[in-house]
């Protein structure tokens, strides 16, 4: 355990208000028995954070399908949740994915505040949570991207590469994902870019790729070993990813030299490009003409099952010591914020 706080003080926040709680809450049992010793603070449905204890949150089944209740005491609204973890010194682990954890809100609450907290910041968290502007600022560095689709332009598209691919410009976990194969699936992803916006690009063939990025408590960044995906139905979306016993994540994947270097250096390039801190995770599409990134995950998945941790073991870090060095990095930053505020 990290020397430089009680780790009574570190705090495991997860849950959340979006689609991707379910995901937060199997991550926070991953996290919980790494850091047996650290709080367990869970953000609720009814937008009220509690306290929960270890027992109920490991006693929890079938974690990515059925919502977890916690069995502890209410600490208020996530703000007044957050004012308490200032007053009391605490290290925020954040366990969450996608929404207000993901965009940069919770981030800038907890900055507003000056409470430590693990991954990247809110600039950097907002901009890699836009897979436009995520794309716009990979190929600034030299990341290939895929062409952008216009709603107005689907069909003149469908005809011209035969296959699109749509996706929730917002959002994680594959939520959302629709393949188009013809053009009744064109109204499908109208309808659902009448309720949020849609990124909408040529169907790539090829291997789907992964490559986290890894920032030391030294400060050095690098690239983990890349993983492979071979998914159970020929789409990675939520139920191939958590679900379905048939999806292959290999790792590390069975790319050439050559293309595991690129993989690496590109998902280096798009952690620095977008500001990242601590750890992110990249996806790519390794095609006959080369890779394609997808976009960029500021907190990817921390369970038992979830990508990043198995690129860990593949490296030779330990969970443990991943996690602890996140809060070296946390705490540091935190510092220095306060530093430059006085």
């Not at 367990?40 to 109920?56: E, K, N, Q």
């Not at 990134?293 to 073991?313: F, M, Q, R, V």
Request: hydrophobic share 45%; glycine share 10%; with cysteine.
């Amino acid at each position: 355990m990290t020397a430089s706080i009680d780790p009574a003080r570190i705090t495991i926040l997860f849950g959340g208000l979006n689609k991707e709680r379910l995901v937060s809450v199997a991550s926070a049992q991953a996290l919980h028995m790494a850091l047996p010793e650290a709080a367990l603070w869970f953000w609720d449905a009814d937008d009220r954070i509690y306290a929960t204890s270890g027992a109920a949150l490991l006693g929890h089944q079938r974690p990515f399908e059925n919502p977890f209740k916690a069995d502890g005491k209410s600490l208020g609204s996530l703000p007044q949740a957050l004012d308490l973890a200032k007053a009391e010194g605490r290290v925020l682990v954040l366990g969450m994915h996608g929404g207000a954890a993901e965009n940069g809100e919770v981030q800038a609450m907890c900055e507003f505040r000056g409470v430590a907290f693990t991954g990247s910041g809110s600039a950097s968290s907002n901009l890699a949570f836009d897979k436009v502007a995520a794309k716009r600022f990979a190929a600034i560095s030299g990341v290939p991207i895929a062409a952008g689709i216009a709603l107005a332009e689907m069909e003149a598209a469908l005809d011209r590469y035969g296959k699109l691919i749509a996706k929730p410009a917002r959002d994680g976990s594959s939520y959302g994902l629709m393949f188009v194969n013809a053009k009744q699936d064109l109204v499908a992803v109208r309808n659902a870019a009448k309720i949020e916006d849609y990124v909408v690009e040529p169907f790539i063939a090829g291997i789907e790729a992964t490559c986290g990025v890894l920032e030391q408590a030294d400060g050095s960044v690098f690239a983990l070993p890349p993983i492979e995906i071979i998914p159970a139905d020929g789409g990675f979306d939520y139920e191939a990813k958590y679900l379905a016993k048939s999806t292959q994540e290999i790792c590390p994947g069975r790319f050439t030299p050559e293309v595991t270097a690129q993989l690496q250096d590109f998902a280096v390039r798009a952690h620095k490009a977008m500001s990242c801190t601590g750890y992110s995770r990249s996806d790519f599409i390794v095609s006959a003409d080369g890779l394609i990134y997808l976009e960029t995950n500021t907190l990817p998945g921390l369970t038992k099952a979830s990508l990043y941790p198995k690129a860990l073991n593949a490296q030779g870090i330990s969970f443990v010591d991943f996690l602890n060095g996140q809060i070296e990095l946390g705490l540091r930053r935190s510092a220095v914020g306060r530093m430059s505020e006085a």
